[in-house]
């Protein structure tokens, strides 16, 4: 397994973690096979954002003594009042579910304030006491750190913005990066992808990412495969469906990204998801969609990693990503990035321009011109 930091919460968590949405209403026997399963492949992290009582103690019940094992993001406002997934701002409501949540497994690593997408969200977290609950949560050690959900660009910067928050779990996909920022994601998961509204890489995303990059806020994913949308045949966007690896590698090579949680209700379907450490650069490779699109890529770094072996030793796509931050505000760079970009052992200066990495990047990436302008501005 390979662990990545989440942010400034200090704590590493391994890039692939168990969504347990899926092991709800399934036998103890199940939830045990798989969180074994989960465990045997030094997976820490766990999503549990489900109410219900059952799987929550189905899930404990399985860790057992190897609770302190795993990180646990556990959802505040996560409720089931109406027999259905729900989201409730109501304390005295929220409270009992969280409580219940404590319980079954002591303390929560991550609490997250439960998806925050629109200003009716928002208010309910920023302006009712549910904010206030959450920080004497964790003075009092019952969770660890600040977390919080979101499909929405924009309300998820205006969260971070509040300086509250430590890391996020956010829905990334390549297929939900190429629809303009007024599109509601969930909206079009429901009624099925569309390729036409697709406008190129939108740009309020993007500044998500890097801004998460920039303030220390570590990303997990959810949506990672949209849904199963992008893997099946009958509903991807693109002419043909991307693999789970694939999906992975996306939302990996996001700047912030720590972690993908990916839902599995098996053993057989933790395997096929841990297979991903195994596979070749070639096979996680998801360019090869995107040159299928309507939509122009020219000149801008996706972070693919094509362009690799550089003669020079320079990482180019993590070299890009934290020009992109950089270039954001070039006045007010962040003094982790900077010691980031120097504590790369090879960066922009490095270049001897010899042109190998422009003659392989998909997407004409000016490199040399982006290697010469890192090595000013960082400089
Ligand atoms: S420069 Fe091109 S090939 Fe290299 S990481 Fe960026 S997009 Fe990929
Ligand atoms: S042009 Fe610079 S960054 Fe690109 S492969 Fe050559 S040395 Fe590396």
Redesign the pocket.
Same mark, same amino acid.
């Given at each position: 397994m390979e662990y990545r930091e989440i942010g400034k919460t200090g704590k590493r968590g391994s890039i692939i973690g168990l969504g347990c949405e899926h092991l709800d209403g399934k036998p103890f026997e199940q939830v045990k096979e798989t969180i074994d399963a989960a465990l045997e492949h030094d997976i820490n992290l766990l999503d549990v954002f489900m109410p219900g009582n059952e799987v929550r103690e189905n899930i404990a019940k399985a860790l057992g003594p190897r609770r302190s094992e795993v990180m646990i993001q556990g959802h505040i406002g996560s409720t089931d009042l109406r027999k259905q997934y729900d989201i409730c701002r109501d304390l005295p409501i929220a409270k009992q579910y969280f409580e219940n949540l404590l319980h079954h497994f002591g303390y929560i690593d991550f609490g997250m304030m439960f998806f925050v997408d629109s200003e009716e969200d928002y208010q309910g977290v920023f302006e009712t006491g549910f904010a206030d609950y959450v920080q004497k949560l964790k003075q009092q050690g019952d969770i660890r750190h600040i977390g919080f959900s979101s499909h929405n660009p924009l309300m998820a910067e205006r969260v971070i913005k509040t300086g509250l928050p430590e890391m996020m779990m956010f829905s990334i996909n390549l297929a939900f990066d190429l629809y303009p920022v007024e599109t509601y994601t969930l909206d079009q998961l429901h009624q099925g992808l569309d390729k036409n509204a697709f406008c190129g890489f939108d740009p309020t995303r993007a500044a998500l990412y890097t801004l998460c990059e920039k303030m220390g806020i570590g990303i997990t994913v959810m949506k990672t495969l949209g849904g199963g949308k992008l893997i099946s045949p009958e509903h991807t966007p693109f002419d043909k469906p991307l693999s789970v690896a694939q999906c992975m590698q996306y939302a990996l090579s996001r700047p912030a990204v720590a972690s993908v949680m990916v839902g599995c209700q098996s053993r057989a379907e933790v395997l096929d998801t841990v297979r991903y450490l195994e596979l070749s650069e070639e096979e996680r490779d998801y360019?090869h969609i995107m040159s299928t699109l309507r939509n122009d890529f020219k000149g @801008?770094? %996706?972070? =693919?990693?094509? =362009?690799?072996p550089c003669p020079a030793g320079i990482d180019?796509?993590v070299v890009?990503k934290y020009l992109d931050i950089a270039r954001l505000d070039t006045e007010h760079i962040s003094p982790a990035i900077r010691s980031h970009y120097s504590g790369l052992s090879h960066n922009g200066s490095d270049c001897i321009g010899c042109g190998n =990495?422009?003659k392989? =990047?998909?997407?004409? %990436?000016p %490199?040399i011109q @982006?290697m010469a302008e890192a090595a000013r501005i960082f400089q």
């Open positions: 360019t @801008n770094c %996706v972070y =693919c990693g094509h =362009c690799q180019i796509a890009n =990495c422009e392989r =990047c998909p997407f004409d %990436v %490199v @982006n």
